[in-house]
């Protein structure tokens, strides 16, 4: 029985995590339109992946800090000047990846398969990454609990937040954070590159059938949870990467979703 080896218990619930943390944070990129910010995020974190293999540190703890110091970077400047929000993002994104790889090829000795932070591996996941993200999870949903109705008003309207005295800004550069802790946890499991793709294709496919934000969260969370298990299931049978079969799980039921929708709505 597969279930009796460590290493698929160990993918098991960094895949549940890795759910919760996307149905959460990934509802409110979704409604929030914020998919593309989330691409520059996630290819910025690989700056601070980068960072820590050239400083012997745990690369997770240190994406953890570039990425929210990027976030936070990218939302001050995106709201403070007139320069396009694409051009910003674009140029976090090179920057992120290129300070990534320059500080790879300068750590001396060897350097650890980065296929696994590009792609991931959820099957090579350790105790150590389910512990970063149990507690990056309890971070994540510690927030949004205390700071549910200014992520409510902000989401669907940026000028009644205002009226109401919801601090925009603020609100903003810590839903980017959060955004930010939500990418180093899906690093484990699909890695860099397509962390973008999980953190939106659960709640895509949940805000086919609700509009309600708690709703949409809870069913996010839910459909998430499925495509993790699926595509980890599918993933060990078929002897194929992790992360690219998670995904093509969830891109191909959300597209085939949709598709039912548009033909049932006709």
């Known amino acids: 029985m597969v279930f009796q080896y460590a290493f698929f218990q ?8 890795a759910a919760i943390a996307c149905g959460i944070i990934g509802s409110y990129v979704v409604v929030k339109r914020l998919v593309f910010i989330s691409g520059g995020i996630s290819h910025a974190a690989f700056g601070g992946i980068g960072l820590g293999l050239f400083l012997g540190y745990n690369p997770l703890f240190t994406a953890i800090i570039f990425s929210v110091i990027s976030s936070s970077i990218l939302g001050v400047i995106s709201k403070k000047t007139y320069q396009r929000e694409d051009t910003l993002i674009g140029a976090m994104w090179a920057i992120g990846m290129a300070f990534g790889i320059f500080m790879i090829y300068m750590t001396p000795g ?3 398969d980065l296929s696994s932070y590009l792609f991931g591996n959820i099957l090579t996941v350790s105790r150590i ?15 949004i609990f205390i700071r549910y109705n200014e992520f409510l008003a902000f989401s669907f309207d940026e000028e009644f937040s205002e009226v109401a005295n919801v601090p925009v800004m603020k609100t903003y550069i810590i839903l980017l954070s959060l955004v930010a802790l939500t990418v180093v946890v899906l690093v484990s499991v699909v890695g860099i590159i397509l962390a973008m793709a999980l953190l ?26 499925s495509y993790m298990l699926l ?35 006709k």
């Open 10 to 17: 160990n993918a098991v619930i960094a895949g549940i995590l």
């Open 129 to 143: 990454d389910i512990y970063t993200m149990i507690f990056l999870n309890a971070i994540i949903v510690l927030i």
């Open 231 to 265: 595509g980890i299931g599918m993933s060990f049978l078929l002897n194929q990467p992790s992360g690219a079969t998670i995904v093509l799980v969830s891109g191909t039921s959300y597209l085939g979703i949709l598709s039912i929708k548009s033909l049932i709505n």
């Open 200 to 225: 939106t294709l659960p709640a895509a496919t949940a805000s086919l059938f609700t509009n309600s934000l708690k709703k949409m969260i809870a069913l996010s969370t839910l459909i998430g949870i």
């Open 110 to 112: 060897y350097v650890t």
